[in-house]
Structures are given as C-alpha cells and as structure tokens.
C-alpha cells in the first residue's frame, strides 16, 4: 500500500494498480467511456484524464500506474475542459436524435454530456452517415452513432473470442467494420450482444420484436403465450429502479396478463425437461460408449461458434434443443392438443436474456412441419419498453402465479440463469437417474461463482465424472484446443455464451456495475436456498409430461420435438 | 592473388560460416593475424586498396542510381552509358551507387580513370552521356557547368582546372559522418564497406565489450534518437540490458513518414551494411537475438538493397549464429509496412509487426520493458543505428566532441522545397539554419525571399526569419516551437501561404490518424475544417457557414490546447503544432485570411480576385475568351473590366495577359512583367518524394 494525494486527500493505493482503479476504490469518480475490467487497458477515450504534478500532459488514469506520493487533481478546470471539449467533439457529428434513439436515458455519452454541462454544438462538423446493418437476426448496428470506444472489438474480440468486427479506415474515416465490410448476417458473429451491452451508446441494438408481439396480442384469433428465462425475473426490476437481484417474478406475471397474454409459462420448466433429456443423454452415451465430453447446447451463441470454428466437436454438443426451444415445442404439440387449440393459431412468445436466442427461434431446425416452436423474443430490456409503453404501475402491482402446467418449475431448473446452472441441475438428476437416490447436498460449490471456468471432478456412485463449466467463449475456445491437442479427461462440460451465464446475457438490463450481475446470480441461489422443489425429476409437471404425452426421456416422440442437429456454417473471418 | 575478401586467405585460414574467428574482420583486410604471412597480407592490403579505389586498373563510371537518381533519370543515363562502352568498345567498370546527397544535381556520374582522381559531373542526363564520355575519357574535361567536382586523394593525380567535391558551397559546410560512403561506394559489395573499416567496430565490440561497456559508451556519448523524440539512446539500451527475459528484441524503424523526408532510405540504399552493423552492436548491447527492420513498403529499392546486404553479412558470418566465434546470435528479419504514418510511433510499430492494426498503446509499459510479443524491445530509427559504428570505432569521446551542450554528433537533413539545392544535408549540431539552408542549399530561388522552413515534418514547426540563426539541437529549436523531427526540412518562400501550409500538415495528420482516441480523430478534423473555413472565398458558403467560419477561429486555440494535453501518442500530442507555430510567427497572414478575406501570399485560390490596371489594359482581348465564368467585360480596344462577383481566382486572365495589366486584388501593383512562375519547380525535391501530391495550386502571383 501507499498514499497518493488526490484532490488534496490522502488515498491509499496498490502498489502497481492503475490510477482510475484507486479512485474507484477511493470513491472518487471519473468518468471513461472506454474503460473494461480486468482488461488491460486502451486508453483510447481520453474522458479520464486528469492533471498530475510534474507530467507535462494530462495523463489518462485508466493506464496510468500509481506512484508514492504522486499529486492528482481530478477535476481541475483543465481536466474539466479536456473532458467536455471531447464530449463537444463527439457530438459535433453525432446524429443528435436522442428523442429517437433507443438508448435515450441510458447513454452514456448523453450522460456525460449532461454532466458536463454541454449546453451548444460548439463544434460543427458534418454528420457521420453510414448504412445501418439490420442484416441480423439479433442485432443491428447503427455506426452513426458510434464514438469508436473500441468496447464492443475488444469484448467481441478478447472475451468471446470471436473477433467479429475491428476497427478499419484511418483518421476520421475509422470505423467498426466486419470482416470485409460484410453485413453481419454472414460475418462471424455469433449474435450473443455482449457488444451492445458494452456499447456506450446506441450504435448497437437487438433486432426488435416489439413490433410483431404487439400486433399479435392485439389479433383476437391468435392465442398469445409467454415463457420468461430464468435469469429475466431477477434482472427485470433493474429497469424499474429496484436493487440488482430483486426477483419480480409475481409481478412480472401479473404484467404479462395487463398486457394481454393468454397464458404466462417459465422457461424454467423446460429447463428442468432439458436436464432429464441432457441427463438421460449423459448416462446414455457413458454407459453406450457414446461421443464424450458431452456439451450443452443451451446457449444458442456457443452453438454458432462451434458450427463455424469448431465443427468437428459438433458432435461431442448435447442434441437436445435449448429450454426456450422445448417449451415452444411442446406448447405447440401436448399443449395444443390439450387446450384443442390449432397451433398455426399459437403465437409463442419468449423472453429471453439474450440475442443469440432471436437467432436460434429462426433456425430452419427449430421448426416443427413448417411452424415455428417459437414466433417471437423479445429481450428483458424490450420486455421493460413494452411495460412502459402499456403505462403499466410495475411498483403497484401485486404478485400473480403463472399458469399450468408450464408455470410449475423446480429451483434447478432457475439456476439455469448463472454459469454452472446448468450443470449443477443435471449433476442433482443424474446423480438421481443412475443411483437411484437423490444427493445429499444438493449444493454443488464447486460450479458456483462468476469465474469463467471452472472444472471439478465429481463420483455418482461407481462413476467418476470430469466436468468443466465456461462462460465466456475465448474460455471455451481455449478448452476446445485443449480438447483438440487430445485431453480426455472430461465427460461433461457446460458452456454459456456470455462471461458469467444468463444473469450478464446480451439482453439484460444495461448495467457497468459487475456487483449488478453478481446479485442476480445470488438471487438465483437464493431462490435454490428456500424453495421445497431443487430438483428436475421433481417437478410433478415434468412427471405428468412424460406420463401423458412423451413416454420417457429419449423417447421417439423426445427426439422428433425436444431434439435437434447441427449444420456446419461458412462465415467471413 | 585475391578477388574479393572472402577468397580463401591461405592454405591456414579459411573462414566461413561454419568455422567462425573472432578476427575475421581483420584478417580480410590485413591478412593472418594468427600466423605470418607476408606475401599474403600485402595482397590482402592491395585488394582493400583497390576495393577503396585508390589504385585502379580499369577506368571505373559511377551513376548515381538511388531512387532521388532514378527519378531524375539515372536509368536511362546508365543505359547510354553502356551503349557507348560497347559502341566504342572500351573496357570500364560500371558501380552503381546510392545518393550522394545532391538531389537536385541528379543524375550525377563519377568518373575515375586508373591513377587520376574521381570527378563528379551533375545533370548528366542520357543525351549528355556521350559528349562527356568523349571528353573525360581523353583527360579532357567538358564544359565547366557540368563539373560539380573532383575527389581529394593523395597518391592519385588531380585534374587541373577543376575544384574539389568538398570545397563545393553543398559540401563545404557538411560534417558527413552517417552519409560517409553514401553515393562514394558500391551499396551492393560488402566487400567495399569492409575496407573502408566497416564491420571493425563490430569485431571488436564482440571481442573485447561486455554489452553493459557497449550501453556505457553510447550514453557517453551523448547520442540521442534520430528518429525524432531525441531520447538518449544509451538510457533506452540500458532499459532494455536490465529487464529480464528470454527473450529481447530490437527493432529498426525505416518506417520515414515525414513528408519531405528521406534521409534513412538514402542511408539504406547507399550505405545498407553501416546500419546493419549499427543494428548487430545494438542488439548485442541489449541481449536480443532477434532484430526486425520495419521498413515502408513503398521503399522497393531499399528493401531489395538490404535484403541483399543481409544476406551478404550472413555468408560473412557477420550475422546469424555465433557471430565472430562469439557466441551472439542474431538474426535480422525485413518486415514491410503498409505505410501508416502512425507507425512509425513506437507502440503502434509494435502492433504492426506483430500483424495487429497499427494502433498506439498507452505507454507505460515502455516497450523497453514490454515491447514486441510483450517482451523488452528497443526502437531505434536508421540514423541512430548508422551512428552507432562510428561510436563504436572512434570512442564515444571523437563523437561527443561535435555537436552542442544537449545535442552531440551530426543531423540528416532532407533538405526541400523552395531552394536551389534540394537533398540530403548532414551537418554538426550546433549548425545554423541559416547555414543548412543558404550555404548548403543556395538559398531562394529566382529572388525570392524567405519566408520560413518547416523543421520536423507534420509534428514540427516553422521557422521565420527573425530566427534563421538558430542552432540545430534538440533545445534550441524547442525554444521556437518546432522539434527536431526526423529530419524533414521544407523551405518556404514568399509566395508560400502559411494558412495553405498549416492546412496541408493539417489534411496530412488527419488522413494519417489512426482513429483510436478521440481528441486527435475528431479533434484534428475539426482544426482542419477551421482552416478549410477561413480559406473559403465567401461566395461559395451558404446559410450559417459564415458564422460558422468564425465560430471555428473562436474554439481554435482551445481544440489545440485540448488536443495537444490529451492525445493518446506523439502524432496526437504534436498534431496541432503546425497550426500553432504558423499562428505563433504569421498571426498576420490568418488575421487577413479571417478579417480581409484575402491570402497575402495570392496561394489560395478562393480568396483571390483579379483586376485589370486601366492604365496598362491596351484591350487586346486575350484574357476574355480565358474567363470561365464570364467575369470579364470589355469592348475590343478598350479598356476591359473584371465582375469581381463572378470572378472565381483561376488566374486564366493573369496568365493571358501579355500586357502585365491583370493583378490581383488589393495588391500592389508593380510595373515590371508579370513573374509566373511554375510551382513545381520550386517544390521538386518535394514533388520527388510523392508527398506533396495533394498540393493544390501555390502559383507565384505577387509582382516584384
């Protein structure tokens, strides 16, 4: 430790942390449009900079190393006036349409700029114009309003491993461009929208459905149903101001019937129908020699990636369709057929926390006889704009249960929202399925908790197993080469998309706090902690599922509505 | 007894590759050192006499063939060159060299004939070859203007009537140190570089330095980076000597992106191997085994000579593994650039060769701590890697005894713009401006008068008049707001608008930005639309843009300011220099483009509006039907008029006008002929390098 003055106050520092970092810790703040946790830093935005004694120049405390008795001034009229002169300079040919735009009131830049006190165009410069690439099913980029953080490159490139888009062109010509300039529709993008979440602006958006789910609810011949994900009740309340990690999920219920929904479904259900088929898979292809490790394909981004760069491990990925996919699936077929509804007449709607997932409701796969399991996503944030823009009280309404029987889940199935999830829940059934005898702890530590991978070895009776759980896909870029340089010790490994699973999705509510995404996770585990019903093979709809319609786990009928393939994909990298 | 060095020396010593010694340098040049052999060290002393052209047997013709020599048409001097040996059946040697400096002589040829001295004659074009060849070949000497001058040498005969090379007013004032075998040897021949000392440094540093004795040695001497920045090298090394790593490297930094500057592909194409050596005592003092030469791609030549050159040193074992029974290794890698100004920033070089985007980093970490592939890298530019042998070779003491106080050695100068004598100047720090550019460059001309040169190419700043005296060090010239730089020196005249200058450095800077932070993407655009504004005529701009000009002169100081204290690397912090030193020296000149609307110096075409003199008018009527736009009214033999309102300043009646009565508006009119004057002669050396090909307009209008 060490002290450095900021402001004429004595700071403790670390010994070789950056500056910013200090004042962070300090409470101290200062504003940056481009820094990235735990990434080394860029110091491409300049808002950070600040005046220090004995540097000649203001000097960026992102990327700045502390120093014993280092002076800062952190808001001396200098810094102040670099900090908004380079707010002016981005708006001189800024769009300026933040009544349009859909980031008003969570843009950063227009933040800043009313911090700041921009008050006039000081700088008058031609607006910028580019082409909008709404060639995505998932996201659309609007590179108007891009200020060029280089946020979305780097967690595009460095995190997810993807490395979709970077910079191209020189001086004011610079851009954000795929490969080529290619629409993103055939670039290497696997749609998982961590770059819109990370996207100071609104140059990066999700492809909106709001459009399509309106009409539908307001077209009397079509029965309208909902399913939510199991990481959107826990996020939700964000965009209504309430602390991260408070779980809205009566309330939400009770929002989706204002607005008109027939019937209010949990994806968590089919969540909990996901681990009976993947856990049946698992025992099935350990005990039949089948392909190992097995993976989970519940992430519709993680699917993309391995059938464009990994194709050969396609076959080592889990055949069963995703939570939203299987629930869509059997709305439209046992549901149908039990409400003596014409599925044609279903419009199915999902909420989901993801972008990848409107991608994955399109997929030629994801059809049955020409319908569609799923006909509409709309993210937790777009969820939120319908709320408002119906007006509704969301702080006065009262808590309401989801219907039946998709409405039944148990507390595995919500885990499903946070890295390791997934796994936890299939291990409590598994563990069930081949000993016949539930876990005594059903508390798996070992695959809790934020870190990007993680990997323990568990005994299920006789069995040993090697499991690997990783968010993030250059985590799981790197343990496919590892996988691919012939480690073979692993059965089991569960990957999601996005750093963090569900609870951090590329459509959650915008947040740059990483304390936001961790007390959505705990409300998930909080939930495990109190509810009676922990695990899959227990929820009795499930059960009933089954006994009615499905016969058993892998049945015919499983396989031709709950299973799915894999295409290998040529992209432009 | 010997062709060339590396013919087997004895029946004793035969070094090669495989069976490397550390005397290998000078037993080539000497003969054995390990045992006596007297018949063979004198014929190795022949064969470096020979090789150094001190004794001839064949008449020897030298052409200048740099790319500065090709440009001028050295190729096709070369040709007639050989026509004329073959026609005449006469036995001479042909050597193609590098640039001696004098650009603007181009295309030179050297001839020596066996026991007389090398005499240079300039502007010796193909059609010229013959009569000179006819001339020289006989002893005689062609006429006086074609000489530029002869060689001094002791032991060979001099030609009467001719001066010598180093008395000539180009050379006199120069100290030629990095430039030493420039245009003098065969760029191609390891073997003439090693006899005239080359590579000796190296051996001996090899033999008897630690590399802590080698970074000692430069620091001592006070040399500091050439490439611009002017950090003591020595300091840099001993960064680098102290960071632990497996692995370090060096990188040379041939990315020359100045515009108007030239002076490190001069150096590689006519002296490739003083770099080299600099590089392998560099590496060597540093602890890297892996050096990279970033090199412009646009450079074909150069990088085709040093390719070469490496792998000549290789076949010497000058290069490669255990060097000179060392046990240092080295091994130089050529990597091309795409020919991003921003490249040539350190971090962002670092990015580029590594196959990323040329983008900066933040710095720290120094790449001296954490450069390439994150391990320690030292950056050096050419002329400070060309600097290095010499240290090496006559002690730091010999270096540090020329130069000033802060700024030790001599300084390339890529001499341009408009001045007689255009090329590459290397002069003693210390040295005046006023000396580079009227002893060395001739001064204006056409007699015109000075206006300022720019010093330090876009980073860099203008030097007026009032200041021509200033010393060539790294402080000196900071006390007038320019910055040595690599080395570009672009002189302006009176006809020169500094607004139109300041706007060119401007339009340059921001093409070349990389777009990573925003107060120099963003930044450098706005500045730039300010001078776009204020050199806009009014009768282009519509609604607001009138405010808007001036509004832009308002925030103009503040977008430097902001610019300069916030940018991300060098090329940001320094961007708005040339806007600043412009307004620091000619505040006048924006005062009349922002208040007068008009440009003093008649070069921006918006601003201009022509009159005709009544008085001189005879109304002839040749300007009329040259009028684009109808502006010019006048019946035959009378008087004719100008509409200034349709008027757009193409100068089409100016140069019609035989009569001198067309002048520009609010000027004084002088009464002797008009003085067109062709813009690109004034620029040549410019124009050569390419760099100046968005040059608009700049026609001399003002009347003496």
């Not at chain 1, 908004?84 to 800043?112: F, G, M, W």
């Not at chain 2, 100290?175 to 006899?195: F, H, K, M």
């Not at chain 2, 620091?219 to 001993?238: A, C, D, I, M």
């Not at chain 2, 490297?249 to 100045?258: F, H, K, M, S, V």
Request: with cysteine; hydrophobic share 40%; proline share 5%.
């Amino acid at each position: 430790m060490l002290t450095i003055d900021v402001n004429g106050r004595q700071v403790e520092a670390k010994e070789g942390e950056m500056l910013l970092k200090s004042l962070q810790r300090a409470g101290i703040q200062v504003p940056t449009l481009c820094h990235m946790e735990g990434l080394f830093p860029t110091g491409a935005c300049r808002m950070c900079v600040v005046e220090v004694s004995g540097m000649p120049n203001l000097a960026p405390s992102c990327a700045l190393p502390v120093q014993k008795g280092m002076v800062v001034r952190t808001h001396s009229p200098r810094a102040l006036r670099a900090r908004k002169t380079i707010i002016e300079l981005l708006l001189a040919n800024h769009p300026d349409d933040c009544l349009y735009c859909v980031r008003s009131n969570t843009c950063e830049l227009q933040r800043l700029a009313s911090e700041l006190g921009v008050r006039q165009r000081r700088f008058a410069g031609a607006r910028r114009v580019h082409n909008e690439d709404v060639s995505s099913p998932s996201i659309v980029r609007d590179p108007d309003k891009c200020i060029l953080c280089g946020k979305c490159v780097r967690v595009c490139e460095e995190i997810q491993g993807v490395g979709a888009i970077d910079f191209a062109g020189r001086g004011s010509q610079a851009c954000i461009s795929t490969a080529f300039g290619e629409s993103l529709n055939i670039a290497s993008c696997v749609f998982c929208g961590q770059c819109i979440v990370n996207c100071p602006t609104g140059a990066l958006r999700e492809q909106s459905h709001i459009k399509e789910v309106t009409a539908a609810l307001n077209n009397p011949e079509l029965t309208v149903v909902v399913q939510h994900a199991p990481s959107v009740s826990v996020a939700l309340g964000e965009e209504f101001g309430l602390k991260p990690g408070t779980d809205v999920n009566g309330v939400m219920t009770a929002a989706f019937r204002q607005m008109g929904f027939a019937r209010v479904f949990d994806t968590s259900f089919s969540a909990d129908l996901t681990v009976m088929e993947e856990g049946s898979e698992l025992v099935h292809r350990i005990q039949n020699g089948g392909v190992l490790p097995l993976m989970t394909s519940c992430s519709p981004g993680w699917v993309k990636f391995v059938e464009q760069f990994y194709p050969e491990f396609m076959k080592n990925l889990s055949t069963c369709k995703s939570p939203q996919q299987m629930l869509g699936a059997v709305i439209k077929s046992y549901y149908a057929e039990k409400e003596k509804l014409d599925p044609e007449n279903i419009f199915s709607v999902a909420i989901m926390p993801c972008t990848a997932k409107k991608f994955e409701s399109g997929r030629n796969e994801m059809m049955n006889e020409g319908v569609p399991d799923i006909d509409a996503v709309l993210t937790t944030r777009e969820l939120a704009r319908v709320i408002r823009m119906r007006h509704i009280d969301f702080h006065s309404l009262k808590p309401e249960a989801p219907d039946l029987p998709f409405g039944e889940r148990s507390t595995a199935g919500k885990l499903f929202g946070a890295t390791g999830g997934v796994m936890e829940a299939a291990l409590r059934s598994a563990y069930f399925l081949i000993t016949g005898k539930e876990l005594e702890n059903l508390k798996i530590e070992a695959v809790r908790g934020l870190k990007g991978v993680k990997e323990a070895r568990i005994n299920i009776g006789d069995l040993e197993l090697g499991i690997a759980v990783v968010s993030g896909l250059a985590n799981a870029r790197a343990l496919l080469e590892e996988l691919r340089a012939g480690r073979n010790d692993l059965h089991f490994i569960e990957v999601m998309t996005c750093p963090g699973g569900c609870v951090n999705g590329g459509g959650q509510p915008f947040t740059t706090d990483k304390e936001a995404v961790k007390a959505r996770m705990q409300a998930l585990y909080t939930l495990d902690r109190d509810e009676p019903v922990r695990t899959a093979h227990s929820n009795t709809a499930v059960q009933r599922l089954y006994e009615e319609f499905l016969g058993a786990p892998l049945s015919e009928k499983s396989h031709h509505l709950l299973h799915t393939h894999y295409c290998e994909r040529e992209v432009t990298t | 007894m010997f062709d060339e060095l590396r013919d087997q020396i004895c029946e004793h010593c035969w070094h090669g590759v495989e069976r490397p010694c550390p005397d290998l340098v000078t037993c080539l040049t000497q003969g054995p050192v390990c045992h006596e052999d007297k018949a063979v060290a004198k014929a190795r002393k022949e064969l470096t006499k020979s090789l150094r052209r001190e004794r001839l047997t064949k008449t020897t013709i030298f052409v200048g063939a740099g790319t500065c020599g090709l440009g001028a048409g050295a190729g096709k001097t070369l040709t007639a060159v050989r026509t004329y040996l073959a026609r005449h059946n006469t036995q001479a040697d042909i050597v193609e060299v590098g640039c001696i400096g004098l650009c603007s002589a181009e295309p030179l040829v050297d001839v020596q004939l066996p026991g007389m001295t090398r005499i240079s004659f300039q502007g010796v074009t193909a059609d010229k070859v013959d009569d000179l060849l006819d001339a020289v070949l006989k002893g005689d000497l062609p006429e006086s203007s074609m000489i530029l001058g002869q060689f001094r040498a002791n032991e060979l005969t001099m030609w009467d009537n001719a001066v010598f090379l180093d008395q000539h007013p180009f050379f006199a004032p120069q100290t030629r140190w990095v430039l030493a075998n420039c245009g003098i040897i065969d760029p191609s021949s390891i073997d003439e570089y090693i006899a005239r000392g080359g590579y000796e440094a190296l051996a001996n540093t090899l033999r008897t330095k630690t590399r802590q004795d080698v970074c000692d040695a430069v620091e001592k001497s006070g040399l500091r980076g050439r490439g611009g920045g002017g950090f003591p090298t020595g300091r840099k090394w001993k960064f680098a000597l102290a960071a632990e790593s497996e692995q370090k490297y060096l990188i040379c930094n041939a990315d020359e992106g100045d515009p108007g500057a030239f002076m490190d592909r001069a150096v590689i194409e006519g002296d490739p191997h003083r770099m080299l050596e600099g590089m392998a005592i560099a590496a060597y003092a540093i602890g890297a085994t892996k050096a990279y030469v970033y090199i412009r791609a646009e450079y074909p030549l150069a990088i085709a000579r040093l390719k070469h050159a490496i792998a000549q040193a290789e076949a010497y074992g000058l290069l490669g593994d255990n060097i000179l029974d060392s046990g240092f290794n080295l091994h130089i890698i050529i990597k091309k650039g795409a020919g991003a100004f921003v490249c040539g920033e350190e971090t962002a070089l670092i990015n580029s060769v590594e196959g990323k985007r040329g983008m900066p980093r933040p710095r720290p970490p120094f790449p001296a701590v954490r450069g390439l592939f994150d391990k320690p890298t030292v950056i050096n530019n050419v002329e400070t890697m060309a600097n290095i042998p010499g240290i090496l070779a006559k002690g730091a003491e010999a270096f540090a005894a020329v130069g000033t106080e802060g700024s030790k050695g001599t300084k390339v100068f890529a001499l341009s713009g408009k001045v007689t004598r255009t090329g590459l100047v290397e002069v003693a720090m210390g040295t005046s401006i006023r000396t580079v550019v009227f002893d060395c460059g001739g001064g204006i001309p056409k007699g015109k008068k000075y206006k300022a040169v720019q010093i330090g190419g876009p980073s860099g700043g203008c030097i007026p008049t009032q200041h021509l005296d200033i010393k060539v060090d790294y402080e000196s010239l900071k006390t007038v707001g320019a910055m040595m730089g690599s080395g570009g020196l672009v002189v302006m005249d009176e006809d020169t608008c500094m607004v139109d200058v300041a706007k060119f450095f401007m339009e340059f800077i921001q093409r070349e930005s990389c777009g990573k932070c925003i107060p120099c993407r963003e930044g450098t655009l706005r500045m730039l639309e300010v001078l776009q504004h204020i050199t806009r005529g009014r009768k282009g701009e519509k609604g607001n843009e009138a405010l808007e000009r001036f509004q832009g002169v308002m925030y103009l100081n503040r977008l430097a300011q902001v610019i300069r204290d916030t940018s991300l690397c060098g090329l940001g912090q320094t961007a708005p220099n040339p806007v600043l030193s412009t307004l620091r020296w000619f505040r006048d000149e924006y005062e009349a483009h922002i208040f007068e609307r008009r440009c003093p110096a008649g070069a921006c075409t918006e601003l201009r509006t022509f009159v005709i003199d009544a008085d001189a008018c005879t109304g002839c009527g040749n300007c009329k039907p040259k009028c684009p736009t109808e502006a010019i009214v006048g019946l035959p033999q009378r008087m004719h008029y100008i509409i200034a309102e349709k008027c757009i300043g193409c100068s089409g009646c100016f140069d019609a006008c035989n009569h001198g009565a067309v002048h520009l508006a609010g000027m004084a009119l002088a009464t002797a002929a008009p003085v067109v004057q062709e813009a690109s002669d004034a620029v040549v050396g410019v124009f050569a390098q390419g760099a100046f090909k968005d040059w608009h307009g700049g026609r001399g209008l003002l009347r003496e």
